[in-house]
């Protein structure tokens, strides 16, 4: 049986609404502030075509409540996850309000993608309940929540954290040293990284470099990790190889030249239709679609 548990979220966007589901699904009692009503008026139809297209009890929306006011949402919180625009000075300001406006025992959370939770929750009181929750879009879907602990947090709140999310069908981890990107995001943005610029050097098109990875180590990568990879194959391989191919590979410290470029040019990606490749709305709605249903039918 699921004990109840008040969450409060702070942003109504694409994360926060993705959370909420979450909670409500859970059946937990969940209540939605954002800084615009629009989102707000908006967020139970969006719900609900979620839980619709995963097959789900659509009534699990009836447990969320919507507010205009930061304080009214958060006054009765256990936990409280912030899901507003990834700006330094607009979360400091929030959690300054969370600080005051939030019971003293409930656990505040940052679902910042990439900032350290250090320069969230510095010289904050009680910041010892202030954490960061990296989940993935979208949040209904995705099962990782990297759980990021500053040096200022109470691990009795890690713990807290780490089984709320375990209860309602999440994969919690703990990052244990608040770095930026936490761990999700540098490996990703590694391998980004490399892929632009193969792309930049005229090694290969974009076309081509998302086929290498869709056709290969993509397709092994959710049953083995890097590091199993890395064992599987030996440890002394793995630095053969390492001898022959790290000098080699882009160790820029700035984004690439090219990536600029295509910002400056407008080429915004799906939005715009061209990007690294170029995207007729069709496509870009048949790409989601895909995705969509491979993550929804994931084992
Ligand atoms: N989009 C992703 O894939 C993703 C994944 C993981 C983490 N994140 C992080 O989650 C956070 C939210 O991202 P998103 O994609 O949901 O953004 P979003 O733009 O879709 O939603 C942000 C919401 O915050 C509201 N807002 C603006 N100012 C506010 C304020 N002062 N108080 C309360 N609400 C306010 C906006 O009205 C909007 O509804 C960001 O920190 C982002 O980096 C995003």
Known sequence: MIIKTNISIIGAGLMGHGLAQV????GHRVKVYDAHQIALDSLHDRIVVNLKSLGQDVNSSANIEVFSSLEDAVKDADFVFEAAPE?????????ADLVKHAPKNAVLASNTSAMPITGIGENLPTNDRILGTHWWNPPFLVP???VVSPHFTDQVNVEKMMSLLSSVGKSPVHI???????????????????????????????????????QSFGRRLA???PLENADLIGTDLTLDIHNTILKDLSRAT???????????DGRL??????????????????LRNTLFDH?????
């Open 87 to 95: 700006k330094l000075e607009i979360k400091r300001a929030i959690f």
């Open 144 to 146: 990782l929540v990297e």
């Open 23 to 26: 909670f409500a699904f859970a």
């Open 223 to 225: 049953v083995l990790g």
């Open 269 to 286: 990606g799906m939005k715009s239709g061209e990007g690294f490749k170029s995207w007729s709305k069709d496509q870009a709605q048949r």
């Open 295 to 299: 993550l929804k039918n994931f084992k």
């Open 176 to 214: 244990k040293k608040d770095v930026v990107g936490f761990v999700g995001n540098r490996l990703q943005m590694a391998l980004w990284r490399e892929a632009i610029a193969i792309v930049e050097d005229g090694i290969a098109d974009a076309e081509t470099v998302d086929t290498v990875v869709k």
């Open 254 to 264: 700035e984004p690439s030249k090219y990536l600029k470029m295509l910002v400056a």
